[in-house]
């Protein structure tokens, strides 16, 4: 039960991570590789988060209500986080138009026939 | 073949995570009692929320964290968005021939007026968010987005509008600029970059914690201009 | 209340899953959005509202907006896998 | 006294500035990338006496350097910024008028930015700062790489932008695997706890950094992309991503493998990867036959040696690879500047279209032979002196194994020496072909001349009097070195 | 006039003959002799001072030193001589060539670095200046487009090899004595424990054997000659390869010392004899591959590798006389050569460009004085006494006797039967025989062209009937390098080292020419012989010689033209074909397909991870 309580998080992250990881390694379509990226940045992104946990922790927010602040949550990696989120959809909307621009150019977004550049 | 190589490698890296996240520091319950044991000065994670409040008197530890702490990491990521919209326009420049759509895809009536009569609601809870960003949950980043959202159902739900490219490249880049002039006061004023020089006001009052709501403010701009130009873009014209 | 997060960490998993599997793209941008939102309410649950917030808004809104627009002018469908 | 801070926020300021200025009149826009690092260049020379004594610590937000991010103005750092500068400068006034077609006024300020994203790498101290500014370099040139939308371009930046983005996420995780063990994100405080942690989950976190970081340092798996992105960008891109982009890579590494860990039991490791990269590089170099892909092989090889000489962990050893830095950068900008108006000239990439160039653009030719003499390591120039240090560095060790490593490097200079002198050879004495139309407006404007001629004046004079730049490379060298003197600086005051 | 002074003369002028050209050729032209020949009157003041000063105080951490010692004046007198020759040849062998302007600077830049090497103190200004005259002998030789280009690939692809091994040997030297000044370094070695290592003096051979073409190391040379502008084959010939020379005796004698050279090596087999074997072969095979050449340049170039083959036998024995003879042979054949190359030229500039020697022929009516120059100098590289050559080869002969090396003696004296027949193929094709039609009517070479030719035969004779002069000097040299001086009269030697003298030689070589003339005199007046005598077999006799020359040796060449290729040219080629095929394998790593690439970047994280795991890292 304790593994539960305190890894279930990190088993979910990595196991996202190690799927993107996958579809970029093995899928052929450029659009799919980008939805691996995509599911890599949002598996950091929760590991990130997760690691800043403290068990029975509150959100760093103070409110008139609730005033004590020993058993607040780490803030830091959620501000890495913020961050991390914002430039994963920079990369995203980036990869995207260059994939809009090789279909223009090659018709295909099969990775295989992509090869003009090589050697 | 491929397939084989690719899941032999994953299971290596599986391997070194779970050899990394064996120890105490990791695991919720873990973190918690290797919290407890470390005094504040090496975790600055407990410093920030012990004393994060005194000093900005801004409600939400993440965001002065975000913005005063480490006001740097953000200054770069407003930079990183502002690439990834000019760097969107820059490829996507020679695309202007645009389709207009056949009759048929017109939207009907109702449902551009049902948008037109929605974007400003969104717009406001949009700036709500990102004016209270050092109150509430929320801030810059989120309350762009909202905005974004707005404009993406304008795109979407109206066609006749279009987007005034102009005016949003100048909300982008003006926002950006009073973000970083806000930083260049801090240290013609106080000689540290990024200095929270406003007086700080009092813990929940709207206008507390300093410079933090006002560069929330020029970031929630910037991010909704520039999420709606990258959208702007992408939806050019639909083929 | 940990029972409900090993859920949704379980519900996460299998809509990437999903999103690795379905062939046509529009699918698995669908799954791929499932799995933002539910890294957002499992953020909520972290207790790191501003990150559920970023992830709910720009995760599962924007980032589909964005894929579906790049898929209407691409192609739907991905080429099938034998040739590989 | 002007801070440090000023060589991130003024630049950063004129890029948000540019859009504005562009409205306003199209042609100062221009001239913006050039201000900012003619800026940039004479605040970094100006601080830098300054900083070879201590390094400048510059606090922001007010907070005591653990607690906020803090820059470390450290010789090493300001080094490399002025080159970054300097390069920049020189570029962004070739680019002026190279680039004419595509979106003018956005290439302006991705330009701007991925100078800002290299200097912000190289001055920071804190690390997720550095992944934010190592991103900030890497987004600017996969958009920039991928600036003049023809196929090829294109495909260059969609496949940097994958591999770039797998390995940011590696080195994010490597981040998050460290701040979980340690709890702080300022590399002197890092410095300081580490020793007192367990090994195996440091190792791995440091060997995530090193896949992350060595994707954009070109080392030899991780470096595919290079190739591709530095021949179909257009010629000022892959001078200035030649000339500094991976470079800062290259120093991301070595500052987290020296200064965050302290590592030494890797060392060997890089130094045979640095090697097999040097080899790889110059042997797919020889065998190519376009320009820019031949020059981007080369930049693969030169950075094998950088990274050879990084490792030997001497002090000698890494002001001979600073050194080379400096006198690669130089020299690879050059060649690239001049390719590009070769290029505009002939219309081809080819190598055998080249033939004849020495008549019909003698001073391009002139400079691209000087540029190409100093990356072979030939005595006047600055190549030699950067060379000796490293080899000298090398023997000093007096470990058989290092020596036997730097006999096979050798082996990969004599094929550079090959291939550099094969296009000498077309430049100066293979007849130009008739049938090549005598366009005059090809003639290359001053804006390429005067960046071009500058660059090899500075290499000559570099290399015959190399005290200019070795003054500063002792104290470089420590900073990188000297962990417990970085940790005492950043946290003592 | 401190050697700075002569160096800063050297590389200014260079630079000024190239801004000088630009305005006006005449301008240059004159600019060009001036500089060559105060050059050569500079160093022939500073004859005495042996000054040795930091010309650079602080370059990379070394003090750049530079001085003129006895061996460094008598190089330096040889490359300034052959240098001022070559570039007075030059002025209407390249008048009106195009790229006029880059040759003289090149000449004059490669005439500088020689004179750096020769003059400078310390080993790391010897190497600077070593690069420098690599790539610009590189931009000479591929000067005349068309094959200079692959030779010149090959000469610079060569000498960087060498040049990278000579690095590593030099910087392990200032890694365990943190010095290169070579009067502190030889200090240092001859006073340190243990030897001298073997792979650094392997390494020095390496560098410089390339340099001076040893046999395995040979390769590039005759391409490089016979491709490169003859009067900078002249100069390639004559005094580059002599660095190689210079970098031997600087680094066996000067550097390590007699003492401890002999021990340098297994305790079987010593570095030294191996030398003198090498020496030994590459008198033998290049001199009879000589034979065979029918291209006259390449044939001299073949001639060159022979004669290195000698000076360097001379070297290995490793005693004053042969050290001596080997100084002596240096320098008569930086003259031999520089002589018999500009005559090639001058033929060559005459008949617009034909060097094959089996359409040459006859010249000797047309270009006298060509001719009798050229005759001298074959004379001087056979050694015919009353020849500089022949003091030199007696000198080298006399060590090898008295050192009891009977089989290296022998190799030598194959070689100069072979040195015989190449000389005579080359002076009987182009200038005796049957004289072409086309050629009926050539005029002389012009006299910028005809003074250096004469100048070199002057020389040779004069040193041959007054060897005195240069062995004073040479006598000098080998007592400053660690053996005992060669003392020797005005026209020989002294009775201690076996009795020579020239004079005697005279006297008997004008006797006989006064008998022969006598007899001439007294005996019948040859009578002229009707036409139809049987010697023309009633035909009617041709009113010239008829006998052309063609394929000269041919059945030399039938019988042992298969053995006598060069083989090791072949096993080059095939080895860099391989290393292509090789490099083009390695493209192949990058196969496009960028999911390949990302697993490449997985595929080191996992190796970093599974070493850490298995204990390695």
Request: contains cysteine.
């Amino acid at each position: 039960m304790n593994f539960l309580t305190s890894y279930i998080h990190y088993v979910g992250c990595f196991a996202l991570v190690l799927i993107g990881l996958y579809v970029a390694l093995v899928k052929s379509n450029l659009i799919k590789v980008i939805i691996g990226i995509n599911l890599i940045d949002t598996g950091v992104n929760l590991f990130l988060v997760a690691t800043g946990y403290l068990g029975g922790g509150t959100a760093p927010i103070f409110s008139k209500a609730a005033e004590q602040s020993q058993e607040m949550v780490d803030p830091v990696p959620q501000a890495l986080v913020l961050t991390a989120i914002v430039i994963g959809v920079s990369v995203l909307a980036l990869a995207l138009a260059l994939a809009i621009k090789v279909y223009d150019h090659n018709g295909t977004l099969d990775l295989r026939k992509l090869k003009g550049l090589k050697w | 073949m491929r397939k084989q190589i690719s899941l032999l490698l994953l299971l290596i890296v599986a391997a070194g995570f779970a050899l990394c996240l064996a120890g105490a520091p990791f695991g919720a319950e873990g973190a918690r009692e290797s919290r407890r044991l470390v005094k504040d000065n090496v975790n600055y994670g407990r410093r920030y929320v012990s004393k994060g409040l005194d000093e900005n008197r801004c409600a939400n530890i993440v965001t002065s964290v975000v913005l005063n702490y480490r006001g740097f990491d953000t200054l770069g990521e407003v930079t990183i968005l502002f690439i990834a919209a000019l760097g969107l326009g820059a490829v996507l420049y020679g695309r202007r021939a645009g389709a207009s759509p056949d009759e048929a895809q017109r939207p009907s009536l109702i449902l551009s007026t049902g948008c037109r009569l929605l974007f400003p609601l969104i717009m406001l809870v949009g700036i709500y968010i990102f004016i209270h960003g050092h109150l509430s949950p929320g801030g810059g980043f989120q309350g762009g987005a909202v905005i974004a959202s707005g404009f993406l159902l304008i795109c979407l739900g109206c066609r006749k509008k279009k987007l005034n490219s102009v005016a949003l490249g100048a909300a982008e880049s003006l926002s950006g600029l009073a973000f970083v002039l806000l930083a260049l006061i801090g240290l013609a004023v106080g000689g540290s970059f990024l200095l929270n020089f406003l007086p700080t006001g009092k813990v929940y009052a709207l206008f507390s914690g300093g410079i933090i709501p006002l560069i929330y403010i020029a970031i929630g701009v910037k991010v909704g201009s520039e999420l709606s130009g990258i959208i702007d873009n992408l939806s050019g014209e639909v083929r | 209340m940990i029972v409900f997060q090993t859920f949704l960490v379980l519900v996460m998993i299998v809509a990437a899953l999903a999103a690795a599997g379905f062939r046509d793209l529009l699918g698995s941008v669908i799954a791929c959005s499932l799995v933002s939102l539910m890294a957002s309410i499992i953020f909520y649950f972290l207790q790191a509202p501003d990150v559920a917030m970023a992830e709910a808004s720009i995760g599962a809104g924007l980032t589909t907006a964005i894929f579906i627009f790049a898929i209407s002018k691409t192609k739907r469908h991905e080429e099938n896998e034998k040739t590989d | 006294m002007v801070s440090p801070i000023l060589l991130i926020a003024v630049p950063l300021a004129l890029a948000f500035l540019t859009p504005m200025v562009g409205l306003a009149s199209k042609s100062a826009r221009r001239y913006m990338p050039a201000i900012a690092m003619l800026f940039n260049f004479i605040v970094a020379m100006s601080l830098l006496p300054k900083a070879l004594e201590a390094p400048i610590i510059v606090r922001t937000a007010g907070w005591a350097p653990p607690l906020s991010i803090h820059l470390v103005a450290g010789p090493l750092g300001l080094l490399l910024s002025s080159l970054v500068a300097l390069i920049g400068l020189l570029v962004a006034i070739y680019g002026i008028d190279y680039i004419r077609e595509g979106a003018r006024a956005r290439y302006d300020v991705l330009y701007t930015l991925l100078l800002v994203g290299a200097t912000g790498v190289v001055l920071t101290g804190d690390l997720f700062n550095l992944f934010v500014f190592f991103e900030v370099l890497c987004i600017s040139s996969y958009a920039l790489v991928a600036y003049r939308g023809d196929s090829a371009g294109v495909e260059a930046g969609m496949k940097y932008l994958i591999q770039g983005a797998i390995g940011s996420s590696l080195v994010l995780i490597g981040i998050g695997l460290l701040y979980g063990t340690v709890g702080t994100l300022s590399m002197a405080d890092i410095a300081s706890s580490v020793g007192s942690v367990a090994g195996s989950r440091l190792f791995i976190s440091l060997a995530f950094m090193i896949a992350g970081f060595g994707v954009e340092a070109a080392i030899f798996p991780l470096n595919a992309w290079l190739p591709d992105a530095h021949s179909s960008a257009p010629s000022s891109i892959s001078a200035v991503l030649s000339g500094v982009a991976i470079k800062a890579g290259l120093y991301a590494i070595a500052r987290v493998v020296y200064t965050v860990y302290g590592a030494s039991s890797i060392l060997p490791f890089l130094a045979v990867l640095g090697v097999v990269t040097l080899l790889v590089g110059e042997m797919c170099a020889f065998a190519q036959e376009d320009i820019k892909r031949l020059l981007a092989f080369s930049s693969i090889g030169q950075m094998g040696l950088i990274l050879f000489a990084l490792a030997l962990s001497s002090a000698t050893g890494i002001s001979g690879a600073v050194f080379l830095i400096i006198s690669h950068g130089l020299a690879k900008a050059l060649l690239f500047l001049a390719t590009g108006y070769m290029i505009y000239r002939t219309g081809s990439r080819d190598i055998s279209s080249l033939a004849g160039m020495g008549k019909r653009m003698p001073i391009m030719s002139l400079c691209f032979t000087v540029g190409a003499f100093s990356l072979m390591g030939l005595p006047p120039f600055v190549g030699f002196a950067s060379k000796f240090t490293i080899v000298r560095a090398v023997l000093g060790t007096g470990s058989t194994f290092f020596i036997t490593l730097l006999a096979i490097g050798l082996i990969g200079t004599v094929i550079e020496g090959a291939y550099f002198l094969r296009i000498v050879q077309w430049l100066y004495f293979k007849p130009a072909p008739e049938a090549m139309p005598e366009q005059t407006e090809g003639r290359a404007p001053l804006t390429a001349l005067v960046p071009v001629g500058l660059l090899a004046v500075l290499i000559v004079t570099i290399g015959l009097l190399p005290g200019i730049v070795g003054r500063a490379l002792g104290p470089a060298a420590d900073d990188l070195l000297d962990r417990a003197a970085y940790i005492q600086h950043v946290m003592g005051d | 006039m401190s050697a700075q002074g002569i160096l800063i003369t050297a590389f200014a002028g260079a630079g000024l003959s190239y801004a000088l050209g630009l305005t006006s050729a005449r301008l240059r032209e004159v600019f060009a002799i001036v500089v060559s020949v105060l050059l050569v009157c500079l160093i022939a003041i500073t004859h005495g001072q042996g000054a040795e000063h930091v010309y650079y105080p602080d370059f990379l951490g070394l003090d750049l030193v530079l001085r003129m010692d006895a061996l460094a004046w008598f190089f330096a007198i040889t490359v300034s001589m052959v240098g001022c020759l070559s570039v007075i040849f030059s002025l209407h062998y390249v008048r009106g060539k195009e790229k006029e302007n880059f040759y003289y600077f090149a000449l004059l830049l490669v005439n500088a670095a020689m004179l750096g090497i020769v003059l400078s103190g310390d080993l790391l200004s010897f190497f600077i200046f070593w690069e420098i005259m690599s790539w610009a002998a590189f931009l000479l030789i591929s000067y005349k487009r068309g094959r200079a280009l692959d030779a010149g690939l090959k000469y610079v692809i060569m000498s960087i090899l060498g040049s990278c091994a000579m690095l590593l040997a030099l910087l392990y030297l200032y890694a365990n004595y943190n010095t290169l000044v070579i009067s502190d370094l030889a200090q240092q070695i001859r006073s340190a424990a243990g030897g001298f290592p073997l792979w650094v003096m392997l390494a020095f051979a390496l560098g410089f054997g390339i340099k001076c073409a040893l046999i395995p190391l040979h390769t590039w040379l005759p391409d490089a000659h016979s491709e490169a502008p003859s009067p900078f084959s002249a100069v390639l010939s004559g005094i580059l390869i002599k660095m190689g020379i210079y970098g031997f005796i600087l680094v066996m004698y000067g550097v390590v010392g007699l003492k401890l050279l002999l021990e340098v090596g297994a305790p079987w087999l010593h570095f030294h004899t191996v030398l003198c074997w090498l020496g030994a072969i590459t008198i033998l095979i290049p001199t009879f591959i000589a034979l065979l050449q029918d291209d006259a340049k390449r044939l001299l170039a073949w001639s060159s590798i022979g004669q290195i083959g000698y000076i360097m036998l001379a070297i290995g024995v490793a005693t004053s006389l042969g050290l001596a003879g080997a100084l002596f042979h240096t320098l008569n054949h930086a003259v031999f050569k520089a002589l018999l190359f500009l005559a090639v030229g001058a033929v060559e500039y005459k008949t617009g460009g034909v060097r094959d020697l089996n359409r040459l022929g006859g010249l000797i009516r047309r270009m006298p004085v060509t001719f009798a120059c050229a005759l001298i100098g074959g004379l001087g590289l056979i050694g015919v006494p009353l020849t500089s050559g022949f003091v030199s080869k007696w000198l080298i002969y006399k060590t090898l006797i008295t050192e009891g090396h009977p089989f290296l003696a022998l190799a030598a004296l194959v070689g100069t039967w072979g040195a015989i027949l190449y000389v005579y193929k080359l002076l009987h094709n182009m200038f005796l025989g049957q004289l072409p039609e086309k050629y009926a009517n050539l005029e002389a070479a012009p006299f910028s062209m005809q003074l250096p030719l004469m100048i070199c035969g002057f020389i040779i004779v004069l040193f041959g009937i007054l060897p005195g002069i240069p062995l004073s000097v040479i006598g000098g040299i080998v007592g400053t390098l660690g053996f005992e001086p060669v003392t020797a009269t005005l026209t020989g030697f002294g009775p201690q080292i076996g009795p020579l003298n020239t004079l005697n030689l005279c006297a008997a070589f004008a006797g006989v020419l006064l008998v022969i003339v006598a007899f001439r005199g007294i005996a019948a007046r040859p009578k002229p012989v009707s036409q139809d005598d049987s010697y023309a077999a009633g035909a009617a006799a041709p009113a010239g010689k008829y006998h052309h020359t063609v394929r000269f040796y041919d059945p030399l060449e039938r019988m042992t033209g298969g053995y006598l290729r060069d083989w090791v040219d072949q096993f080059y080629l095939s080895a860099a074909g391989k290393a292509k095929g090789v490099f083009n394998g390695v493209r192949r790593i990058y196969t496009g397909d960028v999911r390949t690439y990302v697993m490449y970047i997985v595929a080191l994280l996992t190796f970093l991870i599974f070493a850490h795991t298995a204990g390695w890292l």
